[in-house]
């Protein structure tokens, strides 16, 4: 912006000038880039630093092991491998169930690394795409805000989006999951539609379609996609921006799109059966029909095109009636109305709690407080509704994408906590454009009531050409766009007005001048703007050091005495897999599947890929049945060992018992005899004293407090903070055979069955009956589901 | 119960050949001992024997070789054989160390195998010579009960001979066996025997022929902790900008009698000597000094429980595994360091270098059932040749580490049953250019050159079809 003073005098000097500006400029967000992405990796590194290089969490090592499996057996095993150690006795087909994506391009590093001869482990391999792949969403961003709003903004708001704290969350060095790569995919895919639409290149679409494809292989979230563009697509032919850019930018990502989608086996058929993928169709068939009223309205003349009109009316809406009457009765005839569960929780966020225990039961299925929209995504909240408004001036094609995207995933992270990550990048976005946009406006004002201070400015010329380099970009567009749409007239006359908003810098430059603020208030804005800024980035490395680094498989505590580790869950695991027969199955519940089979790979009933309500419901019933009934269907399910995990010793509250609610609430979902208000006493859950006999003799309760009372003669529980409520008893179908140090993981083993004695039965039978004759009072009329 | 069978199965062909050696002459029967003092100290796992042996040539003709004999059940047990002599006379006595190598006699009854020393100076007839031997043996004490809970406390049984086994005369021979403690449940009986504290005394015993052999059986008491690393694998990798990088792979296990039944954390915690004493708990490696980056994990990430103490002469490692193993519980881990390269590698008379290294294990009083050593020489390095103070099996392979275009070439040596006491150094010798130090460098070098060379020319050629 050191242009207008010299513009109208010399316009040699000034060409030069600008390119110099713009070598200059180009290299200099080539290293701000550069250095945003080695703050995108690097501030993700925390948990290495702080920890370790360890996978972290539970799902993330389901993901290892498959890696795992892929770099030892090839991709052609990969897509047939059929595990037989989770979900005993039925079995998993992973090959056909899991989204890909992941998974291949950690293999792929690993492959690429290898054949080099850098012998890198696989984990290491896991534990570092995070950040990478963190670092390429920030470059993505840069390129969609760019494409949105110029270099400036795109600059800020890559530097936001490697920060934000929701997407740390998701992304720090050790979180090997789906989202890790697939927030990078969503913004590319973003970034290509935009692309697209700005230049109707077909290059740009087929690169578009592809993305989309690695989307699809990387997370279900790929609907977000399919819904939000047909959204926007709806959006620009209702508002009259219909254009053949956006046929380009369309038609090809639905018909490539879903072609390549279906190849993805996870996704299958679902890419044309299922209804959240309806929308992009109906979108697909509007789209044309209006691109031919388009055509025809060029080639007749009015009159006969108003006869057309109401012919092709008429007939259409026949034909649209009945296409839509039979679409209809075919999403009518299936049970949820073709919508999977978490889809229709999105659409009726009351829908899980009522109807799913499962996915309710999910901590980041819940949705968020006021507090973590805070924590997540911190003054963004602020910047948002003024990164809205800048999308608003000039509204264009791009900026109306941006404000439909804020729009929709505002109101997804407010139904379920998790999709907090993909209205991250949104936001970052927009804050991205209102920063820039504001230090547009106040630096301008400055050196406007400052003109002696004009050559030097050359300095901050990252943010100050930003508005330089729009202009520019939409000069090169529209010359584009004007070889490749010589059809459109509606489509000139706007271009045209585009260019008389543009172009003739002159003009609006003193328009300008007189929108310039005082110079003593932009000043206090622009020091108030970096205080906000540098706000941003202490809390971004406070959230990243402090609140999302712990690989929540080993914990710390700082004390008077120094740092104390709780590594106990690696302790049993580590015991489960050298100590037990390879074969032996572990029945824990379902949260510590991926883990057991991973860790100690040993064979699992139930783990966190939550596919069967019913298996999960058993798991859930024995473990909030009495001892005898529990043992019977665990031997039933030829279960050896049973996993609980207790933090009352300690004070670890996300143990079991907190959880054991669910259990039975899944539980008795399944199977009836399991009512929760049996283990509730006036509609409290509570364990002490005052508990319910039903609660004191589940065998999580037994499990948990096993010989608990002997460490400190009273049997406190640090998590619930009270004293238990059966001190002494001792288990008739179970033995213990590891604890681990901190007593957060203990395993018992099922006791054999009892020899039968042809002599004793008798009296054998009556003791076990007066022994668990509560239990068979509870259980009355049960039956085993797996007998 | 095996082993009593075999027991009776020696002695009794021991009888018998004894007869049938009386019988018989032999060149060995120019020597014979003329006194003989063994002690036997079992109170840890690994049974060590120091044997004293006054040695007079009867003979006519001088010999410089000494056989001992082993019934072959101790010889699959055996790791170690060392003989010295004292050297000098009263206060200025020198130990020396003598040959000692398995010899293969065809005369061998019921199958004793015999270890061969070799003195430094031949014995005259009439002369005599005292020699200390000292032997170990692995794997010699048999837990009995072979499982116990988790209260109770480990027994063990010890077999061996109350008389010495020698194809020589025995004047006059003792045996003590040192107890871990006094708790001694039996012992057979062969008198005089008597038993005073933790030791029992055989003996003396007068004038026993060549193949003498009295089997005995000792019950008792031993808490100390079997530490076993079934299989350990060794990788020291050399890198010629400076450091020495050493890998070590354990398979542990807990070789005491299994544990049986319930493991209870409140007994183990409350309780600590009286439940699961002989649980082990942790180990000490002896690493050597000035080491650096030192890691201690395994294949599900880092064990947090262990502590590292380094001072000029030595650095030690205490480590702890995940869990407390009872008898027959295993562990894996993995432990790494780095060292200075200038402590290790050195420049030979003849141009080479060679690198002189510890063999063994560094975890004191562990035994280790399979040994795997590999050293890595650095890429380019020629002529390899590894010089080991005892037979171990050699051979060699490639391995491709980072940005390697021809490989590294690797020297494995395998040994089986191997005690701490046979942690000497060996040597690796091999020819190096230190120009091929430059080679990764350089390749790297050009990779990105051709790289932004790539990207320039990709600027300025112009690839559009339309002008």
Known sequence: MAAPETSTAAVPTLYTNNTLRNAFGGVLSFFILLLIGVMAFSIRLFSVIKYESVIHEFDPYFNYRVTQFLAKNGIYEFWNWFDDRTWYPLGRVIGGTVYPGLTLTAGTIWWLLNSLNIPLSVETVCVFTAPIFSAFASWATFLLTKEVKGTGAGLTAAALLAMVPSYISRSVAGSYDNEAVAIFALIFT????????????????????????????????????INLIPMHVLLCIVTGRFSSRLYIAYAPLVVLGTLLAALVPVVGFNAVMTSEHFASFLVFIILHVVAFVYYIKGILSPKMFKVAVTLVVSVGLAVCCAVIAVLIALVASSPTKGWSGRSLSLLDPTYASKYIPIIASVSE???????????DINVLAFLVPAGIIACFSPLSDSSSFVVLYIATSVYFSGVMVRLMLVFAPAACITSGIALSQSFDVFTRSIKFQLPGISSSMEVDAVETSSATAEAQNDAVKTEKSEETSKNRPSKKSKKKEKEKEEKPSTKAKAEKRLLALPLDSSVIFLLLLILLGAFYVVHCVWAAAEAYSAPSIVLTSRSHDGLHVFDDFREAYGWLRHNTDVDDKVASWWDYGYQTTAMANRTVIVDNNTW???????????????????WEIFHSLDVKYVLVVFGGLVGYPSDDINKFLWMVRIGGGVFPHIKEPDYLRDGQYRIDSQATPTMLNCLMYKLSYYRFVETDGKGFDRVRQTEIGKKYFKLTHFEEVFTTHHWMVRIYKLKPPKNRIRGKTKKSKSKTSSASSRGKRSGTGKKNPWQ | MEAPIRATGILGFTLFSLLFFVCRSSPLHNLFISNAERRIDVTSHIVKVYLTLKVENAGTTPTSEVLLAFPPTQVDHLATVEALVTKGKRKKTTLVRLDV???????????AKYFTIYLANPLNSGESTTLEVLYLFTHSLEPFPAEIGQSESQLVHYRDSALILSPYHIKQQTTFIKTPSTKVESFTRVEPTNRAGTEIKYGPYEDRPPYSFSPILVHFENNSPFPVVEELVREVEISHWGNLQVTEQYTLVHGGARHKGVFSRVDYQSRPTLSGAS????????????VHSVYYRDEIGNISSSHLRTDSRKSELEIEPRYPLFGGWKATFVIGYGLPLQDFLFESSDDRRYLNFTFGCPLLETVVDKLTVKVVLPEGSKDPSAVVPFPVDQHLETKYSYLDVVGRTVVVMEKKNLVPVQNSHFQVYYTFKPIF????PLMLASAFFLFFVACV???HIDLSIRK
């Open chain 1, 190 to 225: 973003f970034y290509l539609y935009i692309k697209t639409l700005n230049t109707g290149s077909l290059f740009y679409a087929t690169l578009n379609s592809i993305a989309y494809f690695y989307m699809v292989c990387s997370w279900g979230g790929y609907t977000f996609i």
């Open chain 2, 279 to 290: 649980s082990l708990q942790h180990l000490l490696a002896r690493l050597p000094p000035r």
């Open chain 2, 457 to 459: 020319a990709y600027l």
């Open chain 1, 612 to 630: 069967n309500n019913t298996h999960i419901a058993t798991v859930g019933t024995a473990m909030s049945s009495p001892e005898k009934a529990a």
């Open chain 2, 437 to 440: 130090m430059l080679a990764e």
């Open chain 2, 101 to 111: 190598k398995p010899t293969e006699l065809p005369d061998a009854p019921n199958g």
């Open chain 1, 365 to 375: 299925h819940q949705p968020p407080t006021w507090p973590s929209y805070f924590m």
